[in-house]
């Protein structure tokens, strides 16, 4: 329950106000090189348009997630992941969007196939809990 003071004098107790519709949770992926974390102009691109949409559902929780292939010593995937999230994240607030609002994981290694682009990715989940 909430107070709903009138002119600093009349206080009533009321129920909170109902949240707003939730929207609607979206992802963005961001491909990477093979042992690389460089961002080129199409995750830029990609990194812009999740920004966009993160500024304009500020209520809505975020997360980037890192990902590596399975090439090399699962130590080095771990961190490769890892440096791949923070890469993301960090361009996310150079985009505007608060950096204490964004939540990171790193997967690791992830996928069977090694020379497949879709493991070495982080994804932007907005609106995913």
Do not use: Y
Request: charged fraction near 20%; charge should be positive.
């Amino acid at each position: 329950m909430r107070r709903l003071c009138l002119l600093g004098v009349l206080c009533l107790l009321a129920a909170p106000l109902p949240a707003s519709a939730a929207p609607p949770a979206r992802n963005f992926v961001v491909f990477f090189q093979q042992w690389s974390a460089a961002i080129g102009p199409s995750a830029r691109t990609v990194i812009a348009r999740a920004a966009a949409w993160a500024k304009a559902h500020p209520a809505a929780p975020m997360t980037v997630t890192g990902a590596a292939d399975r090439t090399g010593a699962r130590r080095a995937n771990q961190l490769l992941s890892d440096l791949r999230a923070q890469v993301v994240a960090d361009r996310l607030a150079r985009e505007g969007v608060a950096a204490g609002r964004i939540r990171q994981r790193a997967l690791g290694a992830v996928g069977v196939d090694p020379k497949s682009q879709m493991s070495r990715r982080a994804i932007i989940s907005i609106g995913a809990h």
